[in-house]
């Protein structure tokens, strides 16, 4: 019977031309245990993308594991050496926890595996691979890769191990300038280093002119070897002449403590997460005792299905207008006056705000929702709006998979502990906290090895310690009118807090000169305010 490959949708299309593709390649198709004991992810934990694995206890008593991840299997049954290499491809379901349903969710994934003696051929290979992959599901896709190395070898000639730095990779993976060139400055280094090291970590866009600019200027042995991967790897993918965008970006980093090379990351028009993701992991390899380098990458199956039909090329996603997210309420008249200040007329915005929730810029270039404060970020990461302006404390909250560009110095104020004036805290027992910011209170709490009681309330907050429902609170002040109203006092400050400029990882892919821009002009405003 012949098959009708026109009832087939597009993405399984696209993954049968990939198997395709692999396997004219040498690339074999791998299958992976759904089960894995769970001793072996608990050891490599740490690798994971989720940190809470779903686990069963089969027939024998045995604790098992619904596979959270596929590379550590192949790993763990590969016998690729220096002198033997494995080519391998997989198309298989991964189990990961879901932060946003409280569960997990099962993901599919198509990936390949170059395991072996891992050189420039080898990693040319596999980052052409990588582009021809995004290629098949269309021609809007930027295939953005960085060097470890080159951003190691940066820090490292300031006496930074960015490995035991996670402030400072954090600062440095969320884009944030400002809060990079601060803790840069916490350790005394000259202005001229810190704003160096700042310029070159972050340095991003086009493959060929980043690539020049690095290369132009003073930087280790170990970043001028990276360099030198980059460009034949450049060579080797733009001279396929596949309609993929091409960008550098040294910020782009996995976990150095496993990864090592290259990093690939791949956007799709129209989705907002990434859809492609991978890199080297020689040093994975070795932890498990494995004598032999690797480099692969996975696709996000689960993805595609969400791809739409919008522009197709990047530069029409360039001329769209920016969807930007503002928050209601308070913040408000402060950002549009911060927007109009940059240049943006958005004064319109609150003379018909009501229940109007969409407006435009008088140029159409910008196009704004108003949305609930506690929601931008959830707009943001899920591609609704490309940027939005949010509170550092929803930031810290709920983690939000965005880059986080800029403090606007807006809404300022704190986080802290408070109590009823004169309390004196029992040592001997757990202390009970209530607050509506659960997450902030247990990492505050465990960075000082407190043992707490968390009671999770959703306002009014003030009122536990006066009902003994708990000893103190853990909240957002600014005046502290509120708490000297209700006889209370701030016996402990966290932590500062302020409006930020966020980003959709993948609008800051398709429209970075339009995000670019106006960060850069709300910057001006700020430092002229």
Known sequence: MKINLEILKPEEKAVLSLRALYESRGYQKFKVSRFEEYSFYLENKDFLAGKKIPTFTDLNGKLMALKPDVTLSIIKHSRADHQQTEKLYYIENVYRENQSASGYREISQMGLEYLGEIEGAAVGEVALLAAQSLAAFGPRAILTMGHSDFTLGVFQQAGIDLGAEPQIM?????????ELKALLQARDLPQAICERISHLALLEGDFAEVLQEAGSTIISSSAKAALKELSSVYLSVQGAGLPVKLRLDFALLNDVNYYNGIVFKGYLQGLARPVLSGGAYDKMMRKL???????????????????????????????LPLTVA????????????????????CGHILDEAGRRLEFFSQDKTLRFLLVKPSDVAIYVEHGAADIGIVGKDILLES?????????????????CEAAPVGYRENLDRALVVATSFTNVARQYYASINREIELIKLNGSVELAPLLGLSDVIVDLVESGSTLKANKMEVSAEIMAISARLIANKSAYA?????????TAKLEGAIDND
Do not use: M
Request: aromatic residues 6%; charged residues 25%; positive net charge.
């Open 170 to 178: 954090a600062a440095l993976s969320a884009k944030n300038a400002q």
């Open 289 to 319: 005792g494995k004598k032999a380098g690797a480099i692969g990458f996975a696709i996000y199956l689960n993805e595609l299905t969400r791809l739409d039909k919008g522009p197709q090329d990047t530069a029409c996603a360039q001329a």
């Open 326 to 345: 503002l928050p209601k309420g308070r913040l408000a008249e402060k950002v549009c006056k911060l927007l109009n200040t940059a240049g943006y007329d």
């Open 399 to 415: 983690a939000p998979e965005v880059y986080e560009l800029l403090d606007l110095r807006l809404g300022r104020c704190r986080f």
């Open 510 to 518: 398709f429209k970075h000169q339009a995000i670019a821009q106006l």
